[in-house]
């Protein structure tokens, strides 16, 4: 069983294919895009800020969504509240 991975940090080069689109992350959280984009803007889920573009980490997104510390915010994010 391998350690478990740590997310991107600052100045990490990480493959591009290791990230994914905000349409997938958002399908797989259930939520809109747009409500997608206002939770990562404040800081409720794991995206990286590119200039104007969010970028979203696919294994970590993966393991905050089995986080059960993320539950309440996946429950808040789906009712239509990002905060």
Do not use: K, N, Q
């Not at 069983?1 to 399908?27: H, K, Q």
């Amino acid at each position: 069983m391998s350690a478990p991975r740590r997310p991107p940090l600052r100045g990490d080069v990480v493959p591009s294919a290791e990230f994914v689109s905000p349409p997938t992350v958002a399908a797989w959280l259930g939520i809109p895009v747009p409500t997608l984009y206002t939770a990562a803007e404040r800081g409720l889920l794991p995206a990286i800020r590119e200039g104007t573009r969010w970028r979203f980490h696919g294994p970590t997104v993966r393991a905050w969504m089995e986080a059960p510390a993320s539950a309440d915010t996946r429950r808040r994010l789906r009712g239509g509240a990002a905060g």
